[in-house]
Every structure is written in structure tokens, then in C-alpha cells.
């Protein structure tokens, strides 16, 4: 593998980490070594990158000497190597999200320009956050928010893969009629039911997940508009849907709201079904796709209902990337 830069992916073997790779792979990084990272559990595994077969490290790696590490795992494994990076100034991208509770985190979107500004660290929203935020954005701009009303579609791959292996195992198990394992990394079986609500709820009756998402978001709006996000996990593998209430702070017709839409970064306009986008249609882009765009009878003035859907692994993973490349691409 020729290039001249060194760059580490921790989590490599999980679901976000294999789209990081893939997408690392297509990307035009001139790079030298590349240094996948997992634990355990994927001990003697390979992964393939360039047309490299390349062993999975399960120790702890030293970052000195890496230009960049894409971190894709949980918070709290995270953590530790976010400090490390820092301390020995490799650039440190937070694929997944997992560090974007802390406030002095800056929370970065490709799409919305002034990536390119040199930070040591950089923390893409979550999932569910970059694509809402995608979506509202443009409209924000145009016309104001208000106030944003969701009902966001969780697939099972919001666990990474063992949330995947937990949902296929479910569905084996009962269509053979046999019992169903006990529940691993969700608190309660998810196959064939939809579960309305994700995480711990507090004493207001919101969950963890809506409160992280909801902060989250709304450190990527300028506005700060009102917010109410209602997460439901739906038995489905893959991808993110949302219908969201959009009230804007002036006028906004919905044929100049798609326009706006069709025209924003990240963003695809969907036409292609006369019932509007489906995850599968989202499955494997790097954008999210709206469509259904309409006035809200409930508030005809500044009401706005749309649909958008995603595929959250990819469209993360085309962040965190586009965010490297910003980074680390030679200044002309």
C-alpha cells in the first residue's frame, strides 16, 4: 500500500466501522498504512481494504506516529482514546457520535461547510441527529424554525451489530416456533413488535435516546427551535425514518421548501414513489432522501409535514470521511 498517511479505524469489524473502511477505501486519502482495530471478539479476524488483506488488531494500538484515528465505537471505549489522541495531537474523528454529550465537543457536519478549519477533534452528530438536521437545515434557512414535532423509526441497527445479530436471531427463533433468547443489547425482545421508546425515561416520561438526539440537534440548528422527538424502535435491520411537524417563523409554500430541499447538500429530493420514500430506497446512500412534502392542516399558515428516511450507517460513515478528507487533503 503506497500514500504517505497512517491512519487507524477503532471498532473496525462493527457496523459503522465497515462502512468507515469502505468508504475510506473509495476515498481519494492518499494513504500509506491503514491499522483496523476491534476487540476481542474479532480475534483472527481480516478485513479487506485497497485489495489488502489486512489482521484485525484486538490490543489497545499506540496512536503516536497515526495521522488520524476514525473512532467508531461507544462512549465509554471512546473516551480513552480521544484523551490519547489529544495528548499526542492525531487527529481524532468521532464517526458514531458517541462523544457528542459533551458540550465542548464541536459537533461537525460536512454538508454544512467549514469543515475545513484544522481541529483536533471532531465529533459528527449521531445518526438520527445528522439526518434531521440535514433535513431541517435548509428549511431554517429559509424560513425560520419554530418548532419541530417527530416520530423517528429506529431500525435495529441503532445497537451496532450486535443489535442486528440480536433482531436476526429473534426472528429465527420464532419462526421455528422455538423460544426466543434472552434480550442482549436491548432491554427487551424487538422481532416482529415495535417498542416505543428507547433508553431510560426520566421523571418527564422522555428518553434517554430523544433527550440525547434533541440536544444534539439542536446544536446544529442556529434558531434553537422547540423540540419533541418520539423514538420507536421498529423490527427492521437497517435505516432511519422521521415524519416530522415543521412550523417555520414565516410562510413557507411546500413546493419552495422542496425546492430549497432539492437543492441542499446531503440532501435528495425523493420522486420515485407516489407513496413516498421507503428505508429501502435509503438503504446503502450517502444522503438522506425527503419527500411528502405538504402543509399542515393543523397549522396552514407556518406548518410543514415531511418524511425523510436514510440509511444512518452510511450517511455517518460519508461524514466522518468527508470530514478526514477536508482534514488531512493537502492545502493548494
Known sequence: MSGSLRIGVIGATGALGGQ???????SSLDIAELLPVA???????????????????????KLRGLDCVFLCTPSEVSRDFVREALKLEVLCIDAGGAMAGVPEAPLRVAAFGGAGERAPLLVAPPGAALVLALALRPLEEAAGLRRVVGTCLEAASWGGREGIES?????????????APEPGIFAQPVAFDCVPALGEIDA???????????TSLSRLLAAEPRLALSFVQVPIFMGFGASLAVETERPLDPALAEGHLGQAPGIERWDGFADGVTLRAAAGREVALVGRVRRDPSSPENGLLLWVAADVLRLAAANAVQLAVRQLSPVH
Do not use: C, H
Open 39 to 61: 476487540t476481542e471478539r474479532s480475534l483472527g479476524s481480516e478485513v479487506e481494504f485497497r485489495g489488502n488483506t489486512l489482521a484485525v488488531e484486538t490490543q489497545a494500538p
Open 20 to 26: 468507515v473502511l469502505e468508504l475510506l477505501s473509495e
Open 167 to 179: 433482531l436476526f436471531n429473534e426472528s429465527i427463533a420464532l419462526f421455528n416456533q422455538e423460544e
Open 204 to 214: 418527564a416520561g422522555v428518553s434517554q435516546r430523544e433527550f440525547e438526539m434533541a
